[in-house]
């Protein structure tokens, strides 16, 4: 059955003068490609342009049964309706507002481009663990029969075995335009800054107190007055005079009394900043931006596909190119097992995932996987086994 991709309303009304219009999606009855049809949109187009047209060497006439309104003063001249975004150049202001006609130039073309292309993308396989992706991808090479022989020029030591070839979609990029957006940019008026100094608090006097001044002086204070006393020595009696007896004590003594400074608060000021006038609002260019919108379908051309070409097996691969693939395979965080130079379950199951998440195609070793891998001097020993222009290739 023939599938109709509908995009509507693919531009906004006031592109079209209120009218929507469709882009009909449809496959193509020769390659399965899906392609726009555009012809119903540019008959469209150029009749609506006819229509709302008028000729730059006609004047517009005016209907029949209009009549004519005849000029007066009190209807604004030209002259007044362009001065809408002038300066103001008088005291007394209009106060009505006037409003200007911005002309929009409809585009020429409301679907800007158009591509399609054909991707191989494994797609929802890459989200399977390794080990139900392998049983996925095994099915798939078990099911499908073999619909080529191996090449009677083949060199000897080469093995050749199916794989999976990634599914293919058509992927269909439409860019269009929603919509004009006119926009008037309005330029501020300019005012030029004066600042100017208020007094908020006259200067004054504030008092000071400062402090006395002490110094520590030391004094002797007699505690016992010299004395003349008898003295005994040998059997003989002597009279001397003893010295008085003194102690030595600290004490603070006030060498500057207080005093009161009287000191000159400054006066305090805040700043204004008066505006004055330089420039007043003007009205800018009308700024034309086409809003444009990107369409994107990916459509299913074909499932995966079984296709036939050289591999590495266990009859033709070297253990230590096979301990490589596992080391390798390892350090991009495929696989965890034994370095073991097998092409068991568990190598094949990491191997497996590699190839989707590469969209490469995947169910065995192959030269590209090796590619792939950054292992091209294994690849080169394989190369020779490449042999062109097989039935299905």
Same mark, same amino acid.
């Given at each position: ?329 390892? !350090? ?12 068991? !379950? ?48």
């Amino acid at each position: 059955m023939r599938k109709k991709l509908l995009l509507a309303s693919l531009f906004a009304g006031a592109v079209l003068t209120g009218k929507t219009y469709a882009v009909e999606v449809a496959p193509t009855q020769c390659s399965g490609g899906y392609c726009i049809l555009e012809q119903e949109i540019s008959a469209a187009l150029q009749q609506n342009t006819a229509t709302n047209t008028v000729q730059p060497t006609q004047k517009a006439q005016p209907a029949k049964n209009q009549t004519p309104v005849a000029q007066n003063k009190a209807q604004p001249t030209v002259a007044e309706t362009n001065q809408v975004c002038s300066p103001i150049q008088q005291e007394q202001v209009n106060q009505q507002p006037q409003v200007v006609n911005v002309p929009v130039k409809q585009p020429q073309k409301v679907i800007l481009s158009k591509e399609e292309k054909e991707i191989q993308d494994w797609g929802e396989y890459k989200k399977l663990p390794p080990q139900e992706l392998l049983k996925r991808i095994s099915t798939i090479l078990n099911t499908a029969p073999i619909q080529a022989r191996p090449p009677a020029n083949a060199p000897v030591g080469c093995c050749y075995g199916k794989l999976v070839k990634p599914p293919i979609y058509k992927e269909v990029v439409i860019k269009y335009v929603e919509k004009v957006d006119v926009k008037v940019q309005p330029q501020p008026a300019k005012f030029e800054t004066v600042e100017k100094k208020i007094l908020i608090r006259p200067a004054y006097h504030k008092i000071e107190v400062i402090p006395p001044k002490y110094e520590v002086k030391e004094e002797k204070i007699q505690i016992v007055p010299p004395r003349v006393v008898w003295k005994y020595d040998n059997g003989i009696f002597c009279k001397v005079e003893v010295p008085g007896e003194y102690v030595t004590i600290k004490r603070e003594v006030m060498v500057e009394p207080p005093k009161c400074v009287k000191k000159l608060v400054p006066a305090q000021y805040i700043t204004v900043k008066v505006k004055k006038l330089v420039k007043d609002a003007q009205c800018s260019k009308p700024e034309e931006k086409q809003i444009v919108k990107t369409i994107k379908r990916k459509i299913l051309v074909k499932g995966p596909q079984v296709v036939f070409d050289a591999v590495l097996c266990n009859v033709n691969f070297r253990p230590e190119d096979v301990k490589r693939v596992q080391e390798k395979l390892k !350090e991009l965080g495929y696989y965890n097992g034994p370095i073991t130079g097998q092409l068991d !379950e568990a190598t094949m199951a990491a191997l497996v995932k590699f190839q989707v998440d590469h969209n490469l195609e995947a169910g065995n070793l192959s030269i590209q996987t090796l590619q792939a891998l950054g292992l091209n001097d294994i690849a080169k020993n394989y190369m020779k086994c490449e042999i062109q222009n097989l039935q299905n290739k």
